[in-house]
Each structure stands twice: as structure tokens, then as C-alpha cells.
Nanobody
Framework: VQLVESGGGLVQAGGSLRLSCAASGFAFDDVGVGWFRQVPGKEREAVSCIAVSDGSTYYVDSVKGRFIISRDNTKKMVYLQMNSLTPEDTAIYYC??????????????????WGQGTQVTVSS
């Protein structure tokens, strides 16, 4: 199982970024792919998750209405479109695989594989 994130960078507050997660090594069916973020000195927190089989999406309250998660089953890609970014969104963002799909998507322990992370920095 391999997950590779891309798309991070530096953006001004109010701007947008789209993160990508390329998945390989597992069947893209009864799984979930989640996005987490972590700031140094703080615990990793869930941001969003998508159930690949039916496309159900989940968000934490702090990003609802601003972030959109989507997937392309053919390409085995998951995306996180981040809009209206604020400095509080600054973190390393990780994608992770929830195999087989477990609806407790907020819990890091239900994810068996993680990417290396991509830095997102939002300047004020």
C-alpha cells in the first residue's frame, strides 16, 4: 500500500489549494481515504474522509463549507480542495487509507497506511 500526497504550498489567507493523494497497492473499493493534518506539538487531527465505494463524504466542523473531498476511482486518486484558507489551516497534511472501510473515520487508529505528508502554509 502506498499513498503519495502532493499539492501543498504557500498561499495567502483567503486563497485556495488542491491537495492530491495517489493511491496504489490496494483495491479501490471498500475503503476510505482520509485527510489529516498536524501542527508541530499537537496531535494529528482528522479533516475529511471519503468512502470510495459510494462517495460518501465526511468533514470536521472547522472545514465544512470550505473544503471539498472527492475521488477519481479510475485514477485511484483522492483530492482535497481547500478554499477560504486561514492561517489556522497551516499544517502538514496527510492522506491515509482506511482498509476495509470503518465508519469511525475520525480515529487515526482505523487507518492502516499513511502518506509522507505535504506542507500547507497560509500567510496572513
Amino acid at each position: 500500500v502506498q499513498l503519495v500526497e502532493s499539492g501543498g504550498g504557500l498561499v495567502q489567507a483567503g486563497g485556495s489549494l488542491r491537495l492530491s493523494c495517489a493511491a496504489s497497492g490496494f483495491a479501490f473499493d471498500d475503503v476510505g481515504v482520509g485527510w489529516f493534518r498536524q501542527v508541530p506539538g499537537k496531535e494529528r487531527e482528522a479533516v475529511s474522509c471519503i468512502a470510495v465505494s459510494d462517495g460518501s463524504t465526511y468533514y470536521v466542523d472547522s472545514v465544512k463549507g470550505r473544503f471539498i473531498i472527492s475521488r477519481d476511482n479510475t485514477k485511484k486518486m483522492v483530492y482535497l480542495q481547500m478554499n477560504s484558507l486561514t492561517p489556522e489551516d497551516t499544517a502538514i497534511y496527510y492522506c491515509a487509507a482506511n482498509i476495509p472501510w470503518n465508519p469511525s473515520w475520525l480515529l487515526p487508529e482505523v487507518y492502516s497506511s499513511w502518506g509522507q505528508g505535504t506542507q500547507v502554509t497560509v500567510s496572513s
